[in-house]
């Protein structure tokens, strides 16, 4: 029990709700996340994948039922509290490697510390910089995201999730926009983070190859979870 | 403060990125700044300078023994009184107690110079010619903290003795005198006297230099039989525009009659306070379309970055941070801009007071600028209140999945 990181209860979410087109994405879905989990999440396009991912990353809120971090119930808490949450807790990755163009890698790395805590301490930095370099791209820090490729950037996008040390991280097709030798090195790097971070990973994909790889894996079909193993 | 530091670091980073946007509007700004800077510069001279010539030349509060009315027998109540009076002729009269009048004046603070003055009709003769005159009897130390007599002698000296007296040169031109010459007073009340010109004033107001004759308050007193007595006390006020105000109040406690400069010269401050108005109107309308022009980039902006900001909100940006960030960029759209106008406007002003028509000279207080600079970056929060309101409540999964 004190292995468990996040669980989920019941949860459901609808869409345009009240309106004539109000839509059920996803019917309760009951899910329990562990400390060492390496979780999959499959399931076909449309299936209410990247939905219940951004419930998880408290980005967004289920219309019933609850998700417990860390044993606490995030339903009634207010964005400033569900904010300072997702930054301390959580860590996000997403399939187009979403930067912001106007910072170098470094600084887009250590912007979930700078929102956290103001100005970085040269601790702050020197974990950014180690970050950088545990994602093999110590050379490219002062470098903008323009001038970055695909692998490389969503390699900066991992080392910033992984910033304020989350318990979780949370990753939305990180690879699906990536050619397959990229894809498998950004993969193998979650496997990497997974042991030497102690971070939780879970990470949506549509590659068989990649999810046969993971220890769990979660299967969503239209808004329900089928055999979670 | 240094929570703030990170909402400055990527407020300065977004302008610097959209330079081109950042770099226009900063113009937008500073050209409204300096406008309004100049402007207001511009009034506050030519103010300044009409002031000051109205008031070079006179006191800002007169005292004067109020008419003599004519007393009516009171009638018991019920009683229809028809009245066919004449108005009395107002003869020349001393205010009452004007000595200690003067000394309770000399202590209130609000006053920087108090001066009695006998004042009357004269006659000025010189063999044919007769020109009508008032004689203005003064104690020189007194009156020239009223009127400054020293700038505005022309020839001859600044001295009042025994038989001198001080004239206007429009008066000197009329009847042929110099310096030195002999002119014969007529006040109508005793002999005629014969006095000497010590000095020629100009106070620049043709009526005045026509008119006025300066001599020592004893000599007057005689020549218009108020041996003793004034006729006016002239007062001096530290802050011009309150002279209404106090000379209400000392009306009140002397119960003389009390008028203001701004009384005296309604007309004048009619046309001043109009054209304050219109001053003001064209700065409120130009800081209108500044505050507009901050508020449709910024609008602009949030649209561009609606995927960056949903990026820094699943970064754990807070919907504050997020309103901090935009906020601080209208900020310093203001502050820049107005930076660059009030340089502008300096430059516009040097030209105007180097190579302009020289009628006055216009000052650029310091306080004009420290008002401009903060009323314009208080003008960009305000402006980008509404665009960063929306960009704070943007819904992160629908900004991140904007493209
Ligand atoms: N904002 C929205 N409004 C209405 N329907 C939505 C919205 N977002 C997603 N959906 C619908 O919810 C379902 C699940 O979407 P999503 O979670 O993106 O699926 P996946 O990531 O598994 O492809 C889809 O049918 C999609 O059309
Ligand atoms: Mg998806």
Redesign the pocket.
Known sequence: MSNEIMRLKALK?S??IGMP?E?E?LHGINLTLSVDDFTALV????????????IMGLLDQPTSGELYLHGQATSAMDDLERTQLRGRALGFVFQFHHLIQAFSALDNVLMPLMLHQGKPDNEARDRARALLAAVGLEKLSDRRPNQLSGGQQQRVAIARALATNPALLLA??PTGNLDSKSAEEVFALFRKIQSEHDCAVLL?THDPRLSAQCDRTIN?VD?RIVDAL | MNKLWTEWVIAIAFLREGRMQTFMITIGVAVGVAVIVFVSALIQGLQANVIERTLGTQAHIRLLQPDEVNRLVPVPEGVVQFVNEDKRAQRLRSINNWQQIVAALDERTELTAVSPIVSGPALVLRGEAISSVALVGITLERYQQIVPLQDYMVSGRLSIGADEVLIGSQLAQDLGVRVGSKIRLDTGQQESRVVNIAGIFELGVRELDARYVYLDLRQAQSMLGLIGGVTVIDLRVADIFTAESIAQSIGRLTQLRSESWIMTNSQLMNALSAQSLSTNMIIVFVGISVAFGIASVLSVSVVQRTREIGILRATGASQQQILRVFLLQGALFGLFGSIFGVAASYALVWVFNTFGPGLFYIPVAQSLIVAAVSLATITGVIAAAIPARRAAQLDP??AI?YV
Do not use: M
């Open positions: 979410k869409y345009n087109n839509v994405v399931g076909p396009s449309g299936s209410g994948k990247s939905t219940l991912l951004n939305d097709e949506v969503l808004g | 999964v629908e999945r």
